[in-house]
């Protein structure tokens, strides 16, 4: 077997381990749903749930257009994880969003979802031969999408450090610590590989749905860890 198969067998493998691994944590989440935290929390693993399955099915795709359409609908869970994570965010300091924000998490992605639909975020897909797999070409739409994607998660990455400064009980900021690394680690990688590579052309494969690995498995940790 040459390297290029083993490579693509590797990125299917994982996005079918993301998605078990996040829809297992998910579960484990939504029993425990009284607390609002706990019910976005669970909604933020089953919408990575979404990202990975249409991610494994790209990787397993035969023909361009599945490969399309997978990739399309993959841009839906991501146009909603930003406003989750930023409700999330703002549950953990008991706080809900004002009215104007409550708008703009509603409104911001199904802008995102309409211009995704309409093939402005993904405008096609090609064969990398690199890593024998399909990758998107970017519509003239998504270097608004990347601004919105990365300005949400940096929001999102500042409150969770803000909660955690002020937080005086050491088990949650331990949770905390674990969060906070996972967030970061993905957070990382989906700008570097999902919105900067696809937008300079650098040809790395997206691994932004599998490097929710990190902030489940780190988080998953803090929680069953004492």
Known sequence: MTDIPIVNVILVALALLAFLVNLAFGIFIFRRRKILVNKLFALLMFSFCWWNIMEFVVRVADAPHYAQLASRLAFIALSFIPSI??????ALDNKTPSRKQAALLIIAPLIFVALDLGGMLVARVMLNKNFDTFMIVTGSAFPYFAAYLT???????????KFYEKCENELVKKRMRYLILGTLITSLVVFITDLLSP???????????FSTLF???LTYYSVRGR
């Open 85 to 90: 994570a930023f409700a999330f965010a703002l």
């Open 151 to 161: 300005v949400f998660l940096a929001f999102v990455i500042y409150r969770l450090i």
């Open 199 to 209: 937008m300079l052309g650098l040809g790395l494969p997206p691994l932004g749905s």
């Open 215 to 217: 902030l489940t498995s």
